[in-house]
């Protein structure tokens, strides 16, 4: 029987080069550890091996990312209590003349800047200081409250969190 289990940990957990990822992705999304104490740790484990583990997690935590922006873009749908109609913003135009063109040219200008050097969300969740203290370490509350400010993070937040479990 030990002979059994010790294929199957070499098998999942013996390499750790073939190990699966999402294991340290989950300590990546909790905000008491980010990714600089999970590249710490693989360093201290692995030793040699240790950063290049970090650096395949690191790649695959932006993929996965990038798949969930992908299907959030997706979902967001239009509702027309919420949206307005190209006819409705050319009404607005026309009524407020070149002081409404105005808004629009500088709203335009504004997220062209935006657009060429604003940081990902996933960048600026892992750039911000690491929280030391998290009411009743309940990891998913504080994701529940700072879901306005990492909306995309937040939706993937319980499906990799539920993981380990």
């Known amino acids: 029987m030990a002979n059994k289990m010790k294929e199957k940990f070499d098998k ?7 190990m699966n990822k999402m294991i340290f992705i989950s300590c990546v ?18 030793e040699e091996k240790g950063p290049i583990i ?6 695959y935590m ?10 959030y873009s997706k979902d967001k749908v239009c509702r027309p209590s919420s949206c307005l109609s190209n006819s409705s913003l050319d009404t607005m135009e026309t009524s407020n003349g070149s002081f409404g063109s105005f808004f629009e040219e500088l709203k335009r200008h504004k ?5 060429l ?10 750039t911000e200081e690491v929280e030391n203290e998290i009411a009743d370490n309940n990891i998913l509350l504080w994701w529940k409250v700072n879901s306005p400010r990492f ?11 539920s993981i380990p479990i």
């Open 117 to 126: 050097d604003s940081k990902s969300e996933l960048e600026k969740y892992l």
């Open 62 to 71: 932006t993929s996965l990312f990038d798949e969930y922006v992908k299907s």
């Open 54 to 59: 970090a650096k395949g997690v690191h790649t």
């Open 111 to 115: 997220a062209g800047i935006r657009g």
């Open 12 to 18: 999942y957990l013996g390499d750790p080069e073939k």
């Open 29 to 46: 999304l909790d905000p008491r550890y980010k990714f600089d104490s999970v590249s710490f740790a693989l360093a201290k484990m692995f």
């Open 151 to 161: 909306l995309i993070l937040a939706e993937m937040d319980p499906d990799v969190l």
